[in-house]
């Protein structure tokens, strides 16, 4: 239908017949697939609140784990979240600066060559290992000849979440624009200054609230620990020997227990890890908004 | 106003102030002029010779300037037309007084107790009606006003009259051909003036734009 | 009201002392030469960008390169900071001396060429910073510690920018919070504070408003007394504004290879270039009619 400009003939209401139909098919659908996406989450979120929150209290968190068969208002997951917090603490210390360089490297020096096509590659390939393999990967090379520990279970951790803070630190960086670099260049800064005082300061804000996610991601992982930490139910604070636990851990073996109680702190525990992964969130856009404040 | 058009500003005023100063020279010696003849000075012919000596070498100049100026400063508006007015008015401003010193020279060439008192009489009256134009002309060039550009057309005709008594008179036989001969010569130049005053205030009507500042008064 | 004759006194002396308002404009004596470059020529891997330029840019003058889109005046100009290091693939023939000292010689640093020689772009680039820290940022990577003498030096090149008025009770907040003009005079301070020898810019004003514009063009004359000035721009009055000397360059077609190279064809004092170019493709461009 040509469109026609004659005075008197111009129609600017909204388009009628099948074009308005279209339109409004298509924002149903939207709102539907978002209803569709809300329904699951919030099902879940809410199951976990109903049945976790009763256990939750100072001394369950805190608590030692008792045997599966004592009640539900016994004992806590004390060592569980001790676990948690050091391996996924190793974790990141070991991923997160390697990730941080391994972008740098890719996006500021590298350019087109072949290490960083090669670096790139396996990076992709890496974010799509299931994460049993790695955990079997670390079984294989560290454990067999060293044990299980927490280190264990934080290499297998660490491993799974390089990937992920290599490519969102990356794309973060690449959203520096360039007039920035430029700019730093012709004040006669080095590339290594360039990197450091202008575009890294640039993406802080995106690469720390990556780095979160994947500690977020990280701090859930089962598969990985079960071949490399071995869940114990004691506390141990050497995460560098000696089998450890984890709340997913946790979450596994009382799960899969019989008992009324194992299986209350198992819920009050998968609580506390959504709560944990809730809170790195929130923190993670804290921090973005308050690097963002010279970015506005 | 930032500094560099202050600048611009500043060349502007001074080339107003100098046609402005060049008006006023024309303003004072044609009636010097016209007394010159009269009483046949040729001290008063002298000086006026000397004048146009030092002002010549200001046309060039404030051509250049003006020429220069439109160049690199890429007018508009008032700016623009201005400019242009005033390259246009230079060469009418140099044979003004082309025509005044010319004027005052012929009372080297004639005693002035060789023309006759009707003559006489018609050239004072030529003289100051003349310097009256050119001031009215040069004045609407300083107050921008546009409306004096018909006035002095009909005022030109005025000129056309006492120039044709002129010619009458002069063909009349009361003075020797010599001295008739140079005085329709200086009745041209009168003519000629008034045209030059009226092409002037011609050109304000440009230069003052539909609304016209005010001067400072 | 008095007529102007009654107030004017036309004597003789009076005219004598006639007007030379030109003098400000007069030819200054020749300065110093800074850069001059012989026969260079600039390719980017296998394509040649700019052919053969031979010029000289002088001191304490404001040089102006003018010419259609892809003519390579950009590249000429980054070439003088070796800017163009930074793409990969670019090289340079030919040689560009500054103040007598080759600068491409395989001894010189581009990282102490840049100090000396800075650079302002096309669209303002303030670092994600404060102002403070946007302005401070140069003297800092050189070393400058003493917070007193950041302070002092932060303040002179924002009142060199003409910027000081506007922002001295602002300098904790983001340098991105500026208006266009302002965002452009920030990122001049900051290439003044590191005391360049010369600035070279890169059409400064094409994302400004005329005013805006005004500021910059204002601050150019401002400072032209103590560096030297290259400027690229588009805009033909402003390099009859603002500039002592231009250099047009066009587009050499190729017609066996269909590449584009650019070549520099006229370069000469402003006046002479818009009044009367020697070159009919000078001509051409210079009066909108070309292309």
Redesign the interface.
């Known amino acids: 239908m040509a469109v026609t400009t004659e005075p008197g003939n111009i129609d600017l209401r909204e388009p009628k017949g099948w074009r308005r139909t279209k339109n409004r098919t298509a924002t149903a659908l939207m709102v539907l697939s978002l209803v569709l996406v809300i329904i699951p989450l919030g099902f879940v979120l809410f199951t976990v609140i109903a049945k976790g929150a009763s256990a939750i209290n100072w001394s369950f968190l805190t608590g030692s784990i008792p045997p599966n068969v004592a009640p539900a208002d016994e004992g806590g997951i004390g060592p569980a979240v001790v676990g948690t917090i050091e391996i996924t603490a190793l974790a990141t210390v070991m991923a997160v600066p390697l990730g941080v360089l391994g972008a740098v490297y890719l996006n500021e020096y590298g350019?087109?060559n072949w290490l960083s096509a090669l670096i790139g590659f396996m990076s992709d390939v890496m974010t799509g290992v299931p994460s049993i393999i790695m955990g079997l990967f670390i079984f294989s090379i560290w454990v067999l000849h060293f044990g299980y520990s927490g280190l264990a279970g934080a290499l297998a951790l660490g491993c799974l979440m390089l990937p992920i803070v290599i490519r969102s630190t990356y794309e973060m960086l690449r959203l520096v624009?360039n007039?920035?670099r430029?700019?730093?260049?012709?004040?006669?800064?080095?590339k290594s200054?360039v990197t450091m005082?202008?575009v890294l300061?640039?993406a802080i804000g995106g690469i720390v609230s990556g780095a979160l996610l994947a500690v977020a991601r990280a701090a859930g992982e089962t598969a990985p620990l079960l071949f490399t930490i071995l869940t114990v139910t004691t506390v141990n604070r050497n995460v560098f020997s000696g089998p450890n636990t984890s709340l997913p851990s946790l979450i596994f073996v009382n799960a899969s227990s019989p008992y009324v109680g194992a299986q209350a702190r198992g819920w009050g525990a998968a609580l506390t890890l959504i709560a944990i992964a809730f809170i790195l969130m929130v923190v993670a856009r804290l921090i973005t908004a308050r690097f963002a404040?010279?970015?506005? | 106003m930032p500094e560099r058009r202050q600048e611009f500003q500043r060349q502007l005023d001074a080339i107003e102030g100098r046609v402005i100063e060049l008006f006023a020279v024309i303003g004072t010696d044609l009636p010097g002029a016209t007394k010159a003849l009269l009483t046949g000075s040729n001290e008063m012919a002298g000086l006026l010779a000397e004048r146009e000596r030092v002002i010549s070498a200001l046309y060039p100049e404030l051509e250049g300037l003006v020429n220069k100026e439109i160049l690199l400063e890429s007018p508009v508006a008032s700016d623009l037309r201005f400019l242009l007015s005033v390259s246009r008015i230079l060469p009418e401003i140099e044979l003004s007084h082309s025509l005044v010193v010319q004027i005052a020279a012929r009372a080297d060439h004639i005693l002035s107790e060789d023309l006759s008192p009707r003559c006489r009489g018609l050239i004072e009256r030529m003289g100051s009606l003349v310097t009256d134009m050119w001031r009215q002309a040069t004045d609407s060039w300083y107050r921008r006003d546009n409306s004096v550009a018909a006035m002095l057309g009909e005022r030109i005709e005025e000129l056309g009259e006492l120039h044709a008594s002129l010619v009458g008179e002069l063909a009349s036989g009361s003075m020797s051909l010599p001295v008739a001969m140079e005085m329709t010569l200086v009745g041209r130049f009168y003519t000629r003036l008034g045209d030059h005053a009226v092409n002037i205030a011609r050109r304000v009507i440009y230069l003052a734009g539909a609304h016209p500042p005010q001067p400072p008064d | 009201m008095e007529t102007p004759e009654q107030n004017i006194v036309t004597n003789l002396p009076r005219l004598e002392t006639a007007i030379h308002v030109d003098a400000e404009r007069a030819e200054a004596p020749l300065g110093a030469t800074v850069f001059d470059a012989q026969s260079v020529s600039i390719w980017y891997s296998a394509f040649k960008a700019v052919t053969n330029v031979s010029l000289t840019i002088h001191e304490r003058e404001i040089t102006a390169f003018i010419g259609p889109s892809g003519c390579g005046k950009t590249t000429v100009l980054r070439t003088l900071n070796r800017m163009n290091d930074l793409i990969p693939g670019a090289r340079v023939e030919g040689d560009v001396h500054y103040r007598g000292e080759s600068l491409y010689a395989a001894s010189v640093s581009p990282i102490a060429v840049r100090r000396r020689i800075g650079m302002v772009f096309q669209k303002p680039n303030p670092f994600p910073k404060s102002i403070y820290d946007n302005v401070a940022y140069g003297p800092r990577i050189n070393g400058e510690r003493n917070k007193a003498k950041l302070d002092e030096i932060v303040e002179k090149s924002l009142r060199g920018a003409a910027l000081w008025d506007e922002v001295k009770d602002r300098l904790n907040k983001s340098g991105l919070g500026l208006s266009g003009g302002q965002a452009q005079r920030l990122c001049i301070a900051r290439t003044l504070a590191v005391e360049p020898d010369v600035v070279l810019m890169d059409e400064p004003c094409s994302a400004l408003d005329p005013i805006a514009t005004g500021a910059i063009e204002d601050l150019m004359h401002e400072i032209k007394s103590r560096y030297t000035i290259v400027i690229v721009t588009h805009n033909m009055q402003q390099a009859t504004r603002v500039s002592d000397r231009t250099a047009f360059y066009s587009v050499l077609r190729d017609e066996k290879s269909d590449t584009r190279t650019g070549v520099l064809v006229e370069y000469g004092r402003t006046e002479q270039i818009f009044n009367d170019p020697r070159d009919e493709r000078t001509k051409a461009y210079v009066t909108g009619r070309m292309g």
């Open positions: 350019g087109r624009p007039s920035l430029e700019g730093s260049y012709a004040l006669g800064a080095t200054r005082t202008v300061p640039a404040r010279y970015a506005q």
